[in-house]
């Protein structure tokens, strides 16, 4: 299984930002497969932001739900984030991950993209 990120690196603030993650070796579809978008900022640990199952439930983190948005593009077996009004703090670098159990633990987590960084400034 690989994953790998992609996104526009540099965004203002208060706009969208938009991340793709592109799967190979697996369909998102496949039963017991759960896809998790996190993040991890300069000096802090890494945050998980939400996920999308195989049956397409989601799932935020309570600090994010207002703004981030997961969904998926089964045709381009493609896990999609979303989050909008950017603020300097969501500055980071963006991964995403699978696991095989429902689980927000990154130790948890099977395998992981390279990861994107996003820098948020004007």
């Known amino acids: 299984v690989q994953l790998q990120e992609s996104g526009p690196g540099l965004v203002k603030p208060s706009q969208t930002l938009s991340l793709a993650c592109a799967v190979s070796?697996?369909?998102?579809?496949?039963?017991?497969?759960?896809w998790s978008w996190v993040r991890q900022s300069p000096g802090k640990e890494l945050e998980w932001i939400g996920y999308?199952?195989?049956?397409?439930?989601?799932k935020y983190s309570p600090s994010l739900e207002s703004r981030a948005s997961i969904s998926r593009d089964n045709a381009k077996n493609t896990v999609l984030l979303q989050m909008n009004n950017l603020k300097p703090e969501d500055t980071a670098v963006y991964y995403c991950?699978?696991?095989?159990?429902?689980?927000?633990?990154?130790?948890?987590?099977?395998?992981w993209g390279r990861g994107t960084q996003v820098t948020v400034s004007s």
């Open positions: 070796g697996v369909s998102i579809t496949s039963h017991h497969y759960y």
């Open positions: 999308i199952t195989y049956s397409g439930t989601i």
């Open positions: 991950a699978v696991s095989n159990m429902l689980t927000i633990d990154p130790d948890d987590y099977h395998y």
